[in-house]
Structure formats: structure tokens, C-alpha cells
């Protein structure tokens, strides 16, 4: 089985400390890391394909997170389960189709998912619609995008190798993926179950202050001009 925690997936009743994380299923031996400290809230690992996520996981959960694999952009193993050895982008997506709508079953009504993922290039050049074919799916699972933010990754020495690239076969050099977080029902509801979150250093911020949500008030002139740009 692919050494991943159901995608990441967040599981419910993930415990105290005192009642210490578990790592279910994989390989035996394997390790357990103990996040917790006092007050803090410790996962459990549940390792398995993310296709069986109804078996893998009881009930529902408050949060997915996943950076999926990115097609075969990078394989991770030979487990045929493993989804980087799917063998085309076709098989792949269909597989991954499932898994996003297994993970929005899963997900309590007005409330988040949050999915890291870029763009990919086929072996014949084209760009393969992986951003697109995410969004779909999770729109097919009844999910809605909600929030969409550029992460912009490190240029490293792409300023060096990007003219040769673009000379020889006009690929630009790519220096982001995608965060995109999806809303499966009311998203005001789903900010008020989550609750205060530290907002910029040291600082708590809550659904109450009314800042961050004002743009679903409706009035086309409250919506923040970032949004408005993208
Ligand atoms: C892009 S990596 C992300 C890893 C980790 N979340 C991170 O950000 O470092 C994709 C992960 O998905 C795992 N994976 C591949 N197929 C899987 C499947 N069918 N079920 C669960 N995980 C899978 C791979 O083993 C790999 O660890």
C-alpha cells in the first residue's frame, strides 16, 4: 500500500495525548510519529489506497487535505496502487475521480477541503488539464470551489534554464502550483465550525470580526480586488 496517510485525509477523533496517535495498517514496524504536547490534538495515521477510503475511515471528518500525486510526474513506488504507476492520465484521472468524490462523502456538510496541485506536462508535450480535471471532480462530488491561491514555489536556477527551454520547444518555465480550497455546503457555517485561526503573527482572527467573508454578502463591490483579478 502506498506509505501515505489517506492522502492526508483528516479523520476524526484524532485523540489527545494521552490518547496517542495510532498508525493503522502499512507495513508492520512502521513508525509512529507522536506529535503530540500537552493541549495539542494528535493524528492518526490510517495508511492504505485512498480508493477504499469508506473502509479506511469511519464517519465523517472536518477537513480533507491532499497534495495528490501529479499523474507520474513523480512515481513513488511500484505498488500498483500506488496512482503514479496508473500507466496513462486517462486510468489515472478515473482513479483520482474516485478517491475525490470517496473524500467529499467524507466531509461534513459546510465544511473545507483543501487540495495542492499544478499543472503537468503528457510525454507528447501538451499540457494535461490536471488543475481542471481536480475542479471538475470535486464539482461532480458536490463540492464547490471556494478559494483558489497561486503557490508560488522556488525559482531555484529556472531563471537559467528557462531561456534554452523556451528557445528550443517554447515551454515556459513553471515557478507555481495551485492551492484550491473547496466548500461543501454553507462556507460561513463552515468558518464558524472551524473557529478562530491565528491570522498573521500572533494575531487571532475570527468569522466574527466579518473581514475575511464580506464578499459573500453579494454586493459586487464588496468583493476584494485580488478576487476579482484571478
Ligand atoms: C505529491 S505526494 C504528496 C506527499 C505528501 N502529502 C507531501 O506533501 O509531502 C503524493 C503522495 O500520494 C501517495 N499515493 C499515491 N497513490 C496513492 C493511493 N492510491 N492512496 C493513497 N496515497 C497514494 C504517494 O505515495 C505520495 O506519498
Redesign the pocket.
Known amino acids: ?8 485525509a483528516a479523520v476524526p477523533g484524532q485523540g489527545t495525548p494521552e490518547n496517542a496517535p495510532k498508525r493503522v495498517g502499512g507495513q508492520s514496524g512502521a513508525s509512529v510519529q507522536a506529535l503530540g504536547t500537552a493541549g495539542q490534538v494528535c493524528p492518526t495515521w490510517v495508511v ?4 477504499n477510503l469508506p473502509d479506511l475511515v469511519a464517519g465523517e471528518v472536518d477537513l480533507v487535505f ?5 499523474a507520474d510526474l ?1 512515481v ?2 511500484n ?1 500498483p ?4 504507476n496508473a500507466g496513462s492520465y486517462v486510468e489515472f484521472a478515473a ?1 483520482y475521480r474516485i ?1 475525490i468524490a470517496n473524500a467529499v462523502a467524507k466531509l461534513r456538510d459546510n465544511r473545507f477541503a483543501v487540495w ?1 496541485v499544478g499543472d503537468i506536462r503528457g510525454k507528447d508535450g501538451r499540457v494535461l488539464p490536471f488543475v481542471t480535471d481536480s475542479i471538475q471532480a470535486f464539482e461532480d462530488a458536490g463540492a464547490y470551489l471556494y478559494n483558489a491561491a497561486v503557490y508560488v514555489t522556488p525559482c531555484g536556477s529556472l531563471p537559467l534554464r528557462a531561456r534554452k527551454a523556451f528557445e528550443a520547444t517554447r515551454k515556459m518555465g513553471k515557478t507555481h502550483q495551485h492551492v484550491l480550497v473547496f466548500c461543501k455546503g454553507d462556507a460561513r457555517k463552515g468558518a464558524e465550525a472551524v473557529g478562530n485561526v491565528q491570522f498573521g503573527v500572533g494575531e487571532a482572527s475570527g468569522a466574527d470580526e466579518g473581514t475575511t467573508l464580506d464578499y459573500l454578502d453579494g454586493a459586487p463591490d464588496d468583493a476584494p480586488d485580488a478576487s476579482d483579478a484571478t
Open positions: 500500500m502506498p506509505d501515505a496517510a489517506v492522502w492526508d492504505g489506497d485512498s480508493r491532499s497534495c495528490p500525486p501529479y513523480e513513488y513506488s505498488d496502487a500506488d496512482l503514479s482513479a478517491i495542492v
